[in-house]
């Protein structure tokens, strides 16, 4: 996860500003003055021993230097002084949380921050969005240090204190997700995703990357599934088209029927990315006798480096010679398959030229025989004819045609996903 948090050192309040400008003679002439609203800030009367305060000058000038060691000697000087006063305890703390938080220390981070906050419970020294902004450097240290649990928790008190940071938001869940409470990450992600939805904005990829993951681990298919549709509609990527794809895959009820309109979406998307994920689709698409179509696979497979290479390359080279032969006899004898095509009963062998010569570019002809078809009717899984129209359209560029066929596709064992999917394939990012 990108670290988008922002630590910061939090300085001492006026007491300790006017020693650093004037010296340790000012301390008895400021000691009364009130500290900056953005500070770290005391109301008025808070008061320094002159002793206390050149200890605790020296170390926020040593911390500012990022000289942390030194700057921790100097605190143990001053908290080795007698008879502290409550207002120097605080500072003492303050500084050694700054120190701290700037070292990663997480373990004294959290008891530091623990500390201030008991002490500024009844001096009041600290604005709320100091306060708040403490409480999101010590959620960041503990997230650096792998402490989830304990990020979790201090992510939490810093939203329930006032904090509206995106990137706290993104801590704690990220947190709840690596600490393994799937349940909990899995609702401040719904949380976050229906908020973005009813603003009219697109969920962050971040919690929708984490919604999928911690609905995966819940085993919750349908869930993670719905999470991975999400993502590919606002953020179309390779990988999670490829995800998503997959899930088409490993679905119990996925007809064979359909397999080879899975590979078609795949290659859609570019979600085909190995050397047997070619190999597959190419083989499909040449039984199903559509010649055109993998003979445009394995040349996208060849461009991609993942066929006609390594020691299947002559083989594969065969492959294509015989791709291209069956391509220019479809080609010749198209006129006469098209007339047989119309003269049967029922519109099956339209319906299969029609994508033919679709695969082949010759788009108009090839949508006129798939309508024709459809429109004569077929005796078995008619749906899968309308699914391959809708295909049709898309790949000759017609959109919203497409999108209007895909719309009337119904059907169970992966028919509703396809269409759905496609769909979705053809938004544009």
């Known amino acids: 996860m990108k670290d988008e948090t922002v630590m910061r ?49 020296e170390a926020q000038t040593l911390l500012n230097e990022k000289k942390y060691a030194q700057s921790k000697e100097k605190l143990q000087l001053a908290s080795a ?15 050694s949380l700054n120190v701290a938080v700037n070292e990663d220390d997480a373990a004294n981070s959290s008891k530091l921050m623990e500390e201030m906050l008991s002490l ?44 509206t940071s995106s990137s706290v938001k993104n801590v704690r869940i990220q947190s709840y997700l690596f600490a393994n409470d799937f349940q909990r990450a899995t609702a401040l992600a719904e949380e976050e995703i229906a908020l973005s939805q009813k603003e009219g904005r697109a969920p962050a990829e971040s919690y929708l990357q984490i919604l999928a993951q911690a609905r995966g681990q819940l085993k919750d298919a349908a869930g993670g599934t719905r999470a991975m549709e999400l993502l590919v509609t606002h953020y179309p990527k390779a990988d999670y088209w490829q995800s998503l794809v ?35 689709y ?98 078995k899984r008619p749906e899968d004819a309308r699914l391959h129209l809708g295909i049709a359209y898309a790949l000759a560029g017609q959109t919203d045609k497409a999108k209007q066929v895909f719309a009337t596709v119904s059907g169970k064992e992966g028919l509703d996903e396809l269409a759905r999917y496609w769909t979705l394939a053809l938004r544009k990012p």
């Open 9 to 57: 050192t939090f300085p001492l309040n006026a007491v300790l500003a006017a020693l650093l400008l004037s010296g340790a003679s000012a301390m008895a002439q400021t000691a009364a003055a009130p500290a900056p609203a953005a500070a770290a800030s005391a109301p008025s009367g808070p008061t320094v021993r002159p002793e206390m305060g050149k200890h605790l000058v």
């Open 81 to 95: 002084l007698a008879d502290k006063l409550p207002y120097e305890n605080y500072l003492i703390t303050l500084l």
């Open 120 to 163: 500024n419970a009844v001096g009041k020294w600290a604005s709320q969005a100091d306060i708040i902004a403490m409480l999101q450097n010590v959620g960041v240290v503990q997230y650096r240090a792998k402490n989830y649990t304990q990020a979790a928790m201090w992510t939490e008190r810093n939203l329930k204190e006032g904090g």
């Open 246 to 280: 997959n899930r088409l895959w490993t679905r119990p009820d996925l007809t064979p029927a359909l397999h080879l309109d899975v590979f078609r979406l795949g290659f859609q998307v570019g979600a085909l990315q190995e050397t047997s994920d070619y190999a597959e």
């Open 282 to 379: 190419i083989d499909f698409a040449q039984r199903g006798g559509f010649s055109a179509e993998a003979l445009k696979a394995y040349d996208q497979g060849a461009e991609a480096g993942l066929l006609g290479t390594g020691d299947k390359a002559e083989t594969h080279k065969k492959l294509r010679a015989k791709l291209a032969a069956e391509v220019e006899q479809d080609k010749k004898t198209s006129a006469a398959d098209i007339a047989n095509a119309l003269k049967k009963p029922n519109g099956i062998a339209m319906v299969n030229l029609g994508y033919s010569l679709v695969g082949q570019g010759q788009f108009e002809k090839g949508i006129e025989l798939l309508e024709k078809g459809i429109a004569k009717g077929l005796p």
